[in-house]
């Protein structure tokens, strides 16, 4: 999850799903008067979705575009592609000390982080910065992933492959397999001192009909997937698809994508929460 063109191009968290989250919440944000707001983006990674989604629903007369990522190489191609005034990206850890951060970027009207909160180790500590980054009356929309095939499919290939996943726990979120994922957040968001807040469950169910087509969604978002030599790194992808083959959706759901009669259905389920809340 360190090339950022492969990353920027993936269909495995389906980016579709990043731009229906922004039209849904954007006109929730309690946008500023005098069209100064200032927006943090966390997880940037390549700055496609900060430049590209969250970019053209701020005024034009906004003051700060700011994202934020803890890969070198995501905040450097970013930097690198999106020279837009008045927006600029910088590494940072949102689970770490922040008080340089917020020394030299003061606080924000506004802050957003889509498919990676679930990613920081320390979620309390991530929720409490959030709301420390936070001026007055600002507004976040976070979002997490709790359940998803990858984190199936690490936990049945580690036995093979732990040599290159060492910090398997890092890349799986907290909320996997917990009964009630949503209560875990409200009590960290609660606890943080948030005014209001609304955490939402929701479920989803995606199916992919080409194996080469899975392979290249998903190879550019397995954490770990640069350590691996190149020549197993196809190996491993055979065993990402076995293990995802195996997997079967409930009975009576909907899935996106699905079509009867095809030779193959790989399905993919998506557990997240969604958390939107005022200082």
């Given at each position: 999850m360190d090339d950022p063109d492969a990353y920027k191009l993936s269909k495995a968290l389906r980016g579709d799903n990043r731009?229906?989250?922004?039209e849904e919440f954007a006109p929730k944000f309690n946008w500023r008067s005098d069209g100064k707001d200032?927006?943090?983006?966390?997880?940037?990674?390549?700055?496609?979705?900060?430049?590209?989604l969250i970019l053209p629903k701020?005024?034009?007369?906004?003051?700060?575009l700011v994202g934020i990522?803890?890969?070198?190489?995501?905040?450097?191609?970013?930097?690198k592609n999106y020279p837009i005034p008045k927006t600029s990206f910088k590494k940072l850890d949102i689970g770490a000390d922040i008080s340089e951060f917020k020394h030299a970027y003061g606080a924000?009207?506004?802050?957003?982080?889509?498919?990676?909160?679930?990613?920081?180790?320390?979620?309390?500590?991530a929720i409490q910065n959030v709301y420390n980054l936070l001026g007055p009356g600002g507004n976040c929309f976070l979002h997490f992933i709790c359940e998803y095939v990858a984190f199936d499919v690490y936990k049945e290939t580690y036995p093979k492959w732990s040599e290159y996943m060492e910090d398997i726990d890092d890349f799986i979120s907290p909320y996997y397999r917990r009964v009630d994922p949503a209560s875990m957040i409200r009590k960290h968001?609660?606890?943080?001192?948030?005014?209001?807040?609304?955490?939402?469950?929701?479920?989803?169910w995606y199916a992919y009909h080409d194996v080469q087509l899975f392979k290249r969604a998903y190879a550019p978002v397995i954490s770990f997937f640069s350590r691996i030599p190149v020549e197993r790194q196809e190996e491993y992808l055979d065993d990402?698809?076995?293990?995802?083959?195996?997997?079967?959706?409930?009975?009576g759901v909907e899935v996106e994508n699905f079509k009867a009669g095809q030779d193959v259905n790989i399905f993919v389920a998506y557990k997240t929460v969604i958390v939107f809340a005022q200082k």
């Open positions: 731009a229906q989250l922004i200032s927006v943090l983006d966390i997880g940037c990674a390549g700055g496609n979705v900060t430049c590209d701020l005024p034009p007369t906004f003051s700060q990522d803890i890969c070198d190489n995501m905040v450097d191609y970013a930097t924000f009207d506004h802050i957003i982080s889509l498919f990676c909160f679930h990613l920081v180790p320390d979620q309390r500590q968001v609660k606890n943080a001192g948030f005014s209001s807040y609304i955490v939402d469950e929701r479920r989803k990402f698809v076995m293990v995802a083959l195996g997997v079967k959706p409930d009975p």
